[in-house]
């Protein structure tokens, strides 16, 4: 089973930009779909993006895409999300998610979640 461990976290302002690093250990890392999920304060845990094993694949929230970029470095067992343009309902803890099966949409997809980051963006 694959073990999470997420980075990047802060504070920023609203259109300011943030790197979240998600580091991975296992055998198994690269042929483990991947993804991002965050949760606000008093709301469900919410999908944001997923990545194929090989990083042909990827999927995002509507809310995000266009300014959320995700991608993976199976080499360094890495998994990061690049987020620009925030805004303040960014605000949440993001959390990296392995994936077993199933619909990537879905918390019930993941077999492995990190402890997550907090992400505060500030108008």
């Known amino acids: 089973q694959v073990q999470l461990a997420e980075s990047g976290g802060g504070l920023v302002q609203a259109g300011d930009s943030l790197r979240l690093f998600c580091a991975a250990s296992?055998?198994?890392?690269?042929?483990?779909?991947m993804g991002w999920f965050r949760q606000a304060p008093g709301k469900e845990r919410e999908f944001v993006s997923a990545?194929?094993?090989?990083?042909?694949?990827?999927y995002y929230a509507d809310s995000v895409k266009g300014r959320f970029t995700i991608s993976r470095d199976n080499a360094k067992n890495t998994v990061y999300l690049q987020m620009n343009s925030l805004k303040p309902e960014d605000t949440a803890v993001y959390y990296c998610?392995?994936?077993?099966?199933?619909?990537?949409?879905?918390?019930?997809?993941?077999?492995?979640w990190g402890q997550g980051t907090q992400v505060t963006v500030s108008s």
């Open positions: 990545i194929s094993e090989s990083g042909g694949g990827t």
């Open positions: 296992g055998r198994t890392f690269r042929r483990t779909p």
């Open positions: 998610a392995a994936y077993g099966s199933g619909d990537y949409l879905l918390t019930q997809s993941v077999t492995s």
